[in-house]
C-alpha cells in the first residue's frame, strides 16, 4: 500500500499563489508518476499535472499551463504543486495521486491506484 498526504491548501484571492504538497510513504515502485486532480463540487474529477518520477517528465492540463508547476523532491518522496495567478475557477479539492509503473501522461483518474485525501483551495474573486 502507498499513503499519500496533501497540504497546502487554504484560501486565497485571485491572483494569489498557494504551493500544494503531498507526501508518499508505504510501498515503493521502481518506476510511478504522480498526478494532481481536482475536483468542484457537482463536477468529475480533473486532471491538472503529472510527473513522472524516473523520467522527470511533466504534464499539464491546458488550464494550468503557464501557472502551475509540478515538482519533486526525492530524498523527501515528495511531489509539490505551485500553484500562481490563481482564479476562482481553480476553486476545488485538489487530490494526489500515484500510478505504479507510469512512464507516459495520464489523464483519467482511472489510470491511477492510490489516492490522498484531499485538500481544499478556494479562490476568492
Known amino acids: 500500500q502507498v499513503q499519500l498526504v496533501e497540504s497546502g491548501g487554504g484560501l486565497v484571492q485571485a491572483g494569489g499563489s498557494l504551493r500544494l504538497s503531498c507526501g508518499a510513504s508505504?510501498?515503493?515502485?521502481?518506476?510511478?508518476?504522480m498526478g494532481w486532480f481536482r475536483q468542484a463540487p457537482g463536477k468529475d474529477r480533473q486532471f491538472v499535472a503529472q510527473i513522472n518520477w524516473s523520467s522527470g517528465s511533466k504534464y499539464y492540463a491546458d488550464s494550468v499551463k503557464g501557472r502551475f508547476t509540478i515538482s519533486r523532491d526525492n530524498a523527501k518522496n515528495t511531489v509539490y504543486l505551485q500553484m500562481n495567478s490563481l482564479k476562482p475557477e481553480d476553486t476545488a479539492v485538489y487530490y494526489c495521486?500515484?500510478?505504479?509503473?507510469?512512464?507516459?501522461?495520464?489523464?483519467?483518474?482511472?489510470?491511477?491506484?492510490?489516492w490522498g485525501q484531499g485538500t481544499q483551495v478556494t479562490v476568492s474573486s
Open positions: 508505504g510501498r515503493t515502485f521502481s518506476s510511478y508518476a
Open positions: 495521486a500515484v500510478r505504479p509503473g507510469g512512464l507516459w501522461m495520464y489523464r483519467d483518474p482511472r489510470d491511477y491506484d492510490y
